[in-house]
């Protein structure tokens, strides 16, 4: 028993050697100069300088690629939080036929793969006439977000009791209050979960974006990167910035996840 | 009561707009010529077309292969991960989900840079390795839910009844964890075939990818074509979803009691 234990633990901990390989290899080359991964020109903190200061070739590309990719995160995962929650109490209540319907469109964002919606919703944009920029990119990020908050709302839903919402109606509030008041807070957890999915996916997004931002040159960080490694030279900057983002990431899940644990030990 | 299900009503219009309407798009540029004439041509371009014809193949191959690995490597991960005798802690869990939150370019780029300095040349050996490392994580956190939320009461009634671990896992633990499986095989397989960036960062453009020529002849503006190569794309989701329909009902019907 104690050799599968050893067994299954080193199994674990090589791959996550392997997966974590690349993501270490550029955090430890963020704090070197040079301007080629994988070439050590002795310890700097240079680039994470540049970085914050500004002072570097092409600084303002970098920097405002950095600024649309939260712009665009911030504003999509906020409205695919709200348009989704209220579709979410919607389908709850939507019986048979109707509720299978909408159960299946809101499916088809999540299975097709990033290419088709991007390319589909390409296609709108120019049937329509409509020129493509930052609206075009925040719609299509709300299109693929919001069925991740409906997925996200619903298990909240089923637990909610039924009667209180009417309860707060009988009780003389408005429709909006009792939204406000009653439902809105029972069903937050599942709202904050939805919009840290949005967040994060929005965040990674490239496909879409690269698809539906037009020919006014808008980059976000992937079409950034993706522009830069297809030009041969990779922005040194780039390495620090992945490197903090990585951190970020790594503190909010972990705190996520603790005080998940911690909720759920409470509970039992 | 019934107000409350009008709610969805926007967002049916909207999906209907955004989803419904732009893939309704795609059907219609394919079937069209540049002036929108009605036509096959784009189709049956495709399926004359030696090149378009290679590339995919060869990315249904590299999807099987790269899917294929994922279940190989990933299925005994998320087993021990879901194993409370072998695994206790919560950050491995967390560590392990961790790379599907970061730019997947990023981390393709790292990886082929990672290949550079080790002096691996780079094309379908490295191609593989890389989607697999990019996709494992999207194939271990299905399974590992799936075996997570599994009544630990039928493997044990199955031991008491006599089987052997060896059984208990083929009769028991495997089949009733297919479902976690398939969501982890729809995670990984589509988007293995839809994928530019990836194949075009860890080849050096050596190997196209399916994902590749659709976008090379959308941006060239071959709308149409580019549309009929999307349409064969969506009919594959169509079969494969169609193919799967039956465990994921099972398993929406699960989560809902």
């Not at chain 1, 920029?133 to 298990?155: E, K, Q, S, W």
């Not at chain 2, 009634?157 to 060896?166: E, I, N």
């Not at chain 2, 293995?192 to 960036?197: E, I, N, Y």
């Not at chain 2, 941006?219 to 064969?232: P, V």
């Amino acid at each position: 028993m104690d050799g599968k234990k050893i067994m299954a633990k080193a199994y674990l901990w090589l791959l996550l050697v392997v997966l974590y390989a690349p993501i270490a290899f550029i955090v430890v080359f963020s704090f070197t100069e040079a301007k080629s991964l994988g070439n050590w020109t002795g310890f700097s903190t240079q680039l994470y300088k540049n970085l914050f200061t500004g002072s570097m070739q092409n600084s303002s590309g970098l920097l405002a690629a950095v600024n649309n990719t939260l712009i665009i995160a911030l504003v999509a995962s906020i409205f695919a939080t709200v348009l989704g929650t209220i579709a979410a109490i919607g389908i709850f209540h939507l019986r048979g036929r109707k509720k299978q319907t909408m159960t299946f469109l809101n499916n088809i964002p999540m299975i097709n793969p990033d290419i088709i919606t991007g390319v589909s919703l390409f296609l709108l944009f120019v049937f329509l006439g409509i020129s493509q920029g930052y609206v075009t990119v925040i719609l299509a990020h709300i299109t693929f977000c919001t069925p991740y908050v409906v997925l996200n709302v619903m298990p909240k839903l089923r637990q909610l009791n039924p009667n209180i919402y009417e309860a707060a109606l009988d009780l003389g509030a408005t429709p909006a209050q009792a939204l406000r008041k009653v439902l809105v807070p029972a069903l937050r957890p599942g709202m904050i979960s939805g919009f840290i999915l949005s967040f994060t996916m929005s965040l990674d997004d490239f496909a879409v974006t690269f698809f539906t931002r037009g020919t006014i040159g808008l980059d976000t960080l992937s079409t950034y990167i993706y522009a830069d490694a297809r030009k041969g030279g990779l922005t040194p900057e780039l390495k620090p910035l992945m490197s903090i983002i990585f951190l970020v990431i790594l503190v909010v899940l972990l705190v996520i996840n603790v005080r998940q644990s911690k909720t759920s030990d409470n509970q039992r | 009561m019934n107000k409350r299900s009008s709610w969805a009503l926007p967002y049916f219009i909207f999906l209907v707009l955004f989803v419904v309407l732009p893939l309704l798009l795609i059907v219609m540029y394919a079937l069209q010529d540049g002036s929108g004439r009605f036509t096959l041509d784009n189709v049956a371009k495709f399926f004359t077309d030696k090149d378009s014809l290679s590339t995919f193949a060869l990315s249904i191959e590299v999807a099987i292969e790269n899917t294929l690995l994922c279940i190989l490597i990933g299925y005994p991960a998320a087993f021990i991960l879901a194993d409370n005798k072998l695994n206790r802690s919560a950050v491995t869990v967390v560590l392990f989900i961790l790379p599907m939150w970061i730019n997947a370019l990023m981390r393709t780029l790292a990886t082929a840079e990672l290949f550079n300095m080790a002096g691996i040349p780079l094309g379908k050996g490295t191609l593989l390795f890389g989607m697999c490392y990019d996709y494992l994580p999207f194939m271990i956190y299905p399974i590992y839910n799936q075996l997570k939320k599994m009544d630990k009461s039928f493997a044990e009634a199955a031991q008491d009844l006599g089987a052997t671990p060896r059984q208990v896992f083929r009769k028991v633990t495997l089949p009733l964890s297919m479902p976690g499986v398939w969501s982890g095989v729809m995670m990984v397989f589509m988007p293995t075939v839809s994928t530019f960036a990836i194949s075009e960062f860890l080849t050096n453009n050596k190997i196209k990818l399916f994902g590749t020529i659709i976008q090379e002849n959308i941006n060239n503006s071959m709308w149409n074509y580019g549309a009929a190569l999307s349409l064969i794309m969506l009919i594959i989701i169509g079969l494969t979803t169609a193919l799967q329909g039956g465990e994921q009902t099972e398993e929406v019907s699960g989560g809902l009691i």
